[in-house]
């Protein structure tokens, strides 16, 4: 069995923080394990970081939990193997007007009972997800006031005012369709127990914090999975999950950090597979306060954090650097627009020019699981005489502070990250840039025409004019430090034919299982 890989250039980085290395590989625990027979019939295993929170697909929104849901149910549309948007229960869609878009769906679609999967029953999931009784946290669809049946096959979303992604927003979260009758039959908590939808695969069992357990869908629309049975794990611990992995207790190991996956890189039967991801990384500088209420200092900032260093020392090389905050696959991106330079002598030069001539004493604040690239960044930035405090909090404690009231909760540079899943620059910007966004810290008139542009605006043509203005604002005047776009990364045995889209979401309707 060989060894894993040296992380020398990793320590390097560390280094610049002056913090020691985490403990993090169990090579004991993974040699120790003994090889199962293999025989686990045509099964595919899945391990991720947790349990769905919650059976109903129209009360959770986060990744974890839709990794499970969107292999029981399915969307209006989708994305194809290019990311490009694709039919799914919709075969098309048009916009009428600019308050209203028009789905044409898909004939003969019956749900796993045999209800059928038409305007009515879109209609009704639309309704129910907006009516505030059903809580639910999904926020995609807050310009849609109402779901209309304009016949068996055609349903309209109406809104409260022009948005251009509506077929995007459709594509996972808000375009989950549940069945009318049976949800009048057993109610919100029957349902939740026992979901049923025309996906690919029919619920089973789910024992929470042990398995959730999918047998294929023989009459699935888009054609019988070629396996059996799917069966998601819940494993919080990445060590754990990998030695499941080499005792063949489970075949997919996903969500693993450059970190875990390093542990595992190297031994006998056992893949780490990277795809590029569109989960976006960056700083983000309260600009109401304090020196970052200079642009020079914002500015210096940026020159100052090596990001392809980042990448290649502290992430293992899974990742990618970006301009701005767009990802790549964005629509909206503009490859014209490129990184700051990275240049220590200008960094300290700009900070001089702002009143700064021996650096400032600052913080930044990053969850625990972030300690890494937080340390790094602090020790890059100290290069250039900022002297930033890494404060880490718990997931728990930072999503608390971030969707608070005060602005300034997570101190005056937090580091962050979001997942466009919409593929659009809007899901990037939408909370953040806008003088009166939650999450703003930043005041741009010029930003907020260019937000009103984008969002308000129908016509593609338009809203790249607008996306390509607003990211040379925004590497202009720097309320963020951009750091990277990073990948999915999974470690496999030999069993999966599987590969994910640039989303990264688990569905598992055309993966294959060797025998």
Request: hydrophobic content about 40%.
């Amino acid at each position: 069995m060989a060894p894993p890989r040296s992380r020398l250039t990793r320590r390097d980085a560390l280094r610049l923080g002056g913090l020691a290395l985490p403990a993090l590989a169990l090579p004991g625990l993974l040699a120790g394990c003994g090889s199962a027979d293999g025989s686990v019939g045509s099964v595919l295993r899945v391990a991720q970081t947790s349990d769905p929170k919650t059976l109903d697909p129209q009360k959770q929104g986060d990744l974890t939990s839709m990794n499970v849901l969107i292999n029981l149910f399915d969307t209006l549309t989708t994305r194809g193997p290019d990311n490009q948007l694709a039919p799914g229960l919709a075969l098309s869609w048009t916009s009428p007007d600019p308050l209203t878009w028009r789905f044409e769906l898909r004939p003969g679609v019956r749900f796993h009972n045999g209800e059928p999967c038409d305007a009515k029953a879109v209609a009704f999931s639309v309704n129910r997800l907006l009516d505030p009784a059903t809580k639910s946290p999904i926020v995609e669809l807050r310009y849609v006031k109402q779901a209309v049946v304009v016949d068996e096959l055609t349903v309209e979303l109406r809104c409260s005012q022009p948005d251009p992604i509506i077929p995007a927003k459709v594509s996972l979260f808000g375009g989950v369709v549940v069945p009318p009758g049976y949800l009048k039959q057993v109610g919100s908590a029957g349902f939740a127990k026992h979901p049923i939808g025309t996906g690919p695969f029919t619920f089973v069992e789910f024992q929470r914090d042990h398995q959730l357990r999918m047998r294929a869908n023989p009459g699935y629309w888009g054609g019988r999975p070629s396996f059996d049975e799917l069966v998601f794990l819940p494993m919080p611990d990445p060590s754990s999950a990998l030695a499941s992995l080499q005792s063949n207790e489970v075949d997919i190991v996903a969500s693993l950090t450059p970190d875990a996956a390093l542990q595992i890189q190297g031994y006998t039967g056992v893949e780490i597979r990277n795809y590029p991801g569109i989960r976006t990384s960056y700083l983000s500088l309260d600009t109401t306060a304090g020196p970052l209420r200079d642009v020079r200092v914002r500015q210096a900032l940026n020159h100052a954090v090596d990001v392809p260093l980042l990448i290649k020392a502290v992430l293992d090389g899974k990742a990618r650097e970006v301009p701005t905050m767009f990802p790549r696959e964005a629509f909206g991106f503009d490859p014209s627009i490129t990184p700051y330079s990275r240049d220590v002598g200008l960094a300290k030069r700009l900070l001089a020019d702002a009143g700064f001539p021996n650096g400032f004493d600052t913080s930044i604040t990053a969850q625990t699981g972030d300690s890494n690239i937080a340390e790094a960044i602090s020790g890059l930035l100290a290069k250039a005489g900022v002297r930033a405090r890494v404060d880490l909090v718990d997931t728990g404690t930072y999503t608390s502070r971030l969707t608070s009231d005060n602005r300034g909760a997570l101190g005056p540079i937090y580091l962050a990250a979001s997942t466009g899943w919409t593929l659009d620059a809007e899901s990037l910007v939408q909370s953040n840039v806008r003088h009166d966004r939650r999450q703003s810290r930043w005041s741009s008139p010029g930003a907020d025409r260019l937000i009103d542009a984008e969002e308000l605006t129908v016509e593609p043509a338009g809203r790249q004019r607008a996306f390509t203005a607003l990211q040379s604002l925004l590497k202009q005047e720097a309320p963020f430090v951009f750091l990277y776009q990073i990948d999915n990364i999974y470690a496999v045995n030999t069993r999966p034919r599987w590969q994910p889209g640039v989303v990264g979401v688990l569905g598992m309707a055309k993966a294959q299982v060797a025998s």
